[in-house]
């Protein structure tokens, strides 16, 4: 299937391409929210440390993989290849793969990360909804806040239980609505026949709360492991994005950005880390 339209990476390829420095130091590696200690740090000081705080995020993923040498990675909604970067930094011997539908943003990914010591990396320009990968050919898949862009959350799990060996980890991070604005949302999408869409982050899907997140892993053979609310300590990163997009000229990207932000200070948008396995009785 053609890549969706997602606005804000055109804009952040392009601006790259120009030579955007304060982009590049931002968003050329990681391009995902990141994570501080101190959720009241000030604009300036969360722009400062925005990409150490994005490599935090990716290690709190991580942390909740238990990778061992040896084992087969598969991120997919890649990016630029940040999380396939930490991971070929961190650890050896791992077969790392990253996946996304956009070719532009596998091409940048190829050329900034290079395999190191024992560790092998193939690129792959494919669906997350239709993997091709084979059956029981995996240990982790990753999907670092990209689940909201998929056409199916039901496709992508099933595909993850199929490729995942028992024993293997789904860990994802998503915006969780609280169960209310999740009915309405569903709702609302219903009667429109279409996910939300704006100009900035194209088509959002956020209707899945935390019940039926549990409910449908289970049904697709996967059990949730972990559930973790860090909401409060992404919330720097809505200074650091608005402002990138205000020097952009982006006025709409900027409004766009304050609306998710309230949600999130509202309570009724939450950033969580989830974590499924795949029982071992599964594969036998």
Not at 239 to 260: H, K, N, P, Q, Y
């Amino acid at each position: 299937m053609p890549a969706p339209a997602l606005p804000y990476f055109d804009q952040v390829l392009r601006r790259l391409a120009a030579g955007d420095a304060q982009l590049e130091r931002c968003f050329g590696n990681h391009v995902h929210w990141g994570y501080w200690q101190d959720p009241h740090t000030c604009a300036r000081r969360a722009r400062q440390e925005f990409p150490q705080a994005a490599e935090a995020l990716t290690h709190l993923l991580l942390d909740q993989a238990h990778l061992q040498a040896g084992q087969s990675v598969l991120d997919v909604g890649c990016g630029f290849g940040g999380t396939i970067a930490s991971l070929n930094q961190n650890w050896d011997g791992l077969a790392l793969t990253g996946l996304n539908l956009d070719g532009r943003q596998i091409e940048r990914a190829r050329q900034l990360v290079q395999p190191r010591a024992a560790n092998t990396i193939d690129w792959i320009v494919a669906d997350a909804c239709a993997l091709p990968l084979a059956p029981a050919s995996v240990d982790l898949v990753l999907a670092v806040e990209c689940i909201f862009h998929f056409p199916s959350r039901q496709a992508f799990l099933q595909e993850v239980q199929r490729v995942l060996r028992p024993g293997g980890r789904l860990v994802l991070s998503d915006f969780v609505p609280c169960r209310p604005l999740a009915i309405l949302l569903r709702v609302l999408q219903s009667l429109r026949g279409a996910p939300f869409s704006n100009g900035t982050y194209g088509p959002i899907d956020c209707r899945w709360d935390q019940r039926r997140y549990t409910s449908q892993a289970r049904l697709h053979g996967l059990e949730l492991r972990k559930d973790a609310d860090i909401t409060s300590h992404t919330l720097p990163t809505y200074a650091v994005v608005r402002e990138l997009f205000d020097a952009m000229g982006a006025a709409s990207a900027v409004r766009d950005t304050a609306r998710i932000e309230q949600l999130s200070r509202w309570g009724w948008l939450r950033y969580r880390i989830l974590s499924f396995s795949k029982p071992i009785a599964a594969g036998r």
